[in-house]
T-cell receptor, first 114, second 113 residues
Framework: GAGVSQSPRYKVAKRGQDVALRCDPI?????LFWYQQALGQGPEFLTY????????KSGLPSDRFFAERPEGSVSTLKIQRTQQEDSAVYLC????????????FGQGTRLTVV | AQSVTQLGSHVSVSEGALVLLRCNYS??????LFWYVQYPNQGLQLLLK??????LVKGINGFEAEFKKSETSFHLTKPSAHMSDAAEYFC???????????FGAGTTVTVRA
């Protein structure tokens, strides 16, 4: 596809359930980012990949959050034992190799934990 | 570390009136500054960015922003609002060698007919 694709668009999880959120970046983009956007807030950085290497995971809020990008393309953000405070929109973005290239964002996955 | 503060969580303007969205930044290094727009149920779209070149930056959809180091500001303006400008706007900052963005809380713009 032409843009960043995220699936599912909406996810309702029961508290304690594990979830997996998928991101398909723009083809050829080496950089991939995950952000968390709580209701009424700006996005907050979670983690960054350059190809398959996870170079920064400083924004992951707890060890229940795990992200991977095993082949340097598709990425999955996994949240184990979901809690109500995990409810948010999870945004994925990708960009090219050059530092000044624009980051393109997907539409996000809205996670609601009940 | 870098951060931004957006002044005003909601702005209402009449169609055809000036749009002014305020953003102040804090950065210990020369900043890269960005404005993004988010329409309902959509991802973020880049409006414009400042990366230490010209201080007046022109973006898409008639928006522009001016970097003022003395005021640590990067306010977004558009001379004449259109109904299609109704959306949420985010200011963001990063360092020149940083890859992650720090976003403000956002400003929701409504346009009155």
């Amino acid at each position: 596809g032409a843009g960043v694709s995220q699936s599912p668009r909406y996810k309702v999880a029961k508290r304690g359930q594990d979830v997996a959120l998928r991101c398909d970046p723009i083809s050829g983009h080496v950089s991939l980012f995950w952000y968390q956007q709580a209701l009424g807030q700006g996005p907050e950085f979670l983690t960054y990949f350059q190809n398959e290497a996870q170079l920064d995971k400083s924004g992951l809020p707890s060890d229940r959050f795990f992200a991977e990008r095993p082949e340097g393309s598709v990425s999955t953000l996994k949240i184990q034992r979901t809690q109500q405070e995990d409810s948010a929109v999870y945004l994925c973005a990708s960009s090219g190799r050059d530092r000044d290239t624009e980051a393109f964002f997907g539409q996000g996955t809205r996670l609601t934990v009940v | 570390a870098q951060s931004v503060t957006q002044l005003g969580s909601h702005v209402s303007v009449s169609e055809g009136a000036l749009v002014l969205l305020r953003c102040n930044y804090s950065s210990s290094v020369p900043p890269y500054l960005f404005w993004y727009v988010q329409y309902p149920n959509q991802g973020l779209q880049l409006l414009l960015k400042y990366t230490s070149a010209a201080t007046l930056v022109k973006g898409i959809n008639g928006f522009e922003a001016e970097f003022k180091k003395s005021e640590t500001s990067f306010h977004l303006t558009k001379p004449s609002a259109h109904m299609s400008d109704a959306a949420e706007y985010f200011c963001a900052v990063s360092g020149p060698w940083d890859y992650k963005l720090s976003f403000g809380a956002g400003t929701t713009v409504t346009v009155r007919a």
